[in-house]
């Protein structure tokens, strides 16, 4: 089911005020893919970020160099519109074997465990117009992620670990459509519509609908984080929830090989703070037509961190069960050592996958630098 993900483990081994004070960490960087200005101001903003890691396979007893990220943001205003560009400058690393197998690597820049990146053609990944309706309601038109898993929201800079967990990276696609969204006291809700995935050119694909989908989140306790795991978290208890859903889910795909499609998918994810502890959650019921066999899945993940010196390290480690025919599960483990938050960063990650296909049990380990401007 998942083999063009778990291909880059095997083979291989964002951000602006948010529409209410208490919207949830991961709604926060949402509200960041649509303006970084203050309302009814106008002007034009430039940002960006880099993350570069080293990748070593320790059952192979090699490695090699990745550029995980090169992005350039543009953000615009004018009144109340506004125009927001941002591009990407890493991607796939040409079909090179660092690992040995005779396969070429998988190199993408979805972040996925063990993918190597290089320098290409600058291409670009969200291109959209903003409109603030009113004080509580945004409109979006144009190229953008869309609003259902909260982590799939966050720009690569801001991770928690070097990778996104394997759901985040599936539900990280960009697609043109239009999307509203508005905070209404506690909750927090965005509604979209976007193409679906039916160009004519791959016949596993036959989806000529609209893909429709909303969010909704809630502040249950407390404030949100600013940031994702425990890193600035208050000392009170704070507790946010969400809950997607995606009809003719398309491209929310397990395998893009095999062109993977689900009739719909519903997401639910929570995210704990207190002190210096973190606790995150989210799961995803697929179900519909998978062509390699497999026509309903639930994978999840839970992961944890706790911050060992404030300001400045911290652990962290993720489980994930992808629900697959070979009963697959990674285990991700990691260290930050924040220099100036997650501005500016070293990381440090362990990865380990375990299933009943040989191919798939991998160890892998990255540490990675990130410096965001």
């Not at 034009?44 to 890691?53: E, K, P």
């Not at 090169?70 to 953000?75: D, G, S, T």
């Not at 893009?256 to 689900?262: D, E, I, K, L, R």
Request: charged residues 15%; aromatic residues 8%; glycine residues 12%.
């Amino acid at each position: 089911m998942m083999k063009i993900v778990l291909g880059a483990l095997a083979l291989t081994a964002a951000t602006t005020p948010a529409l209410a004070n208490n919207w949830s960490t991961t709604d926060r960087d949402l509200a960041s893919l649509s303006t970084s200005l203050t309302q009814n101001a106008s002007g034009v903003a430039v940002s960006g970020f880099l993350r570069s890691s080293y990748v070593g396979w320790s059952d192979a007893d090699v490695g090699g160099f990745s550029i995980d990220d090169a992005q350039i943001w543009v953000n615009g205003t004018v009144g109340d519109f506004g125009v927001v560009v941002q591009t990407e400058a890493a991607g796939n690393n040409g079909g090179s074997d660092l690992n040995g197998d005779g396969v070429p690597d998988v190199g993408t820049s979805d972040n996925t465990p063990g993918s190597i990146g290089v320098l290409g053609d600058v291409r670009i990944l969200d291109a959209f117009a903003t409109w603030n309706a009113t004080e509580m309601l945004k409109v979006q038109m144009g190229q953008f992620r869309p609003a259902f898993l909260g982590s799939s929201a966050r720009n690569e800079n801001n991770l928690l670990f070097i990778n996104r967990s394997l759901l985040g990276a599936a539900g990280a696609y960009r697609s043109q459509g239009v999307q509203a969204s508005g905070s209404f006291g506690m909750i927090n809700v965005a509604v979209f519509a976007q193409n679906g995935e039916d160009d004519g050119t791959n016949p596993n694909i036959q989806d000529d609908d609209l893909s429709f989908g909303f969010r909704a989140s809630a502040q249950i306790m407390g404030t949100a984080s600013a940031n994702e795991g425990a890193l600035g978290a208050s000392g009170d208890p704070s507790l946010s929830v969400g809950i997607g859903y995606i009809d003719d889910a398309a491209q929310f795909r397990w395998d893009t090989v095999n062109g993977t499609q689900f009739d719909e998918c519903i997401a639910v994810d929570a995210n704990f703070t207190m002190g210096a502890l973190s606790v995150g959650a989210e799961i995803v019921d697929m179900t519909g037509d998978d062509v390699i066999g497999t026509e309903d899945a639930t994978p999840f993940n839970v992961s944890g961190s706790f911050v060992i010196m404030p300001d400045q390290l911290e652990a962290a480690i993720r489980y994930e069960d992808l629900d697959d025919d070979d009963n697959t599960t990674v285990m991700t483990v990691g260290a930050n050592w924040y220099l100036q938050g997650h501005a500016a960063k070293w990381q440090f990650n362990y990865i380990a996958g375990d299933s009943d296909l040989d191919a798939l049990d991998t160890n892998l380990f990255q540490v990675g630098l990130t410096v965001s401007m």
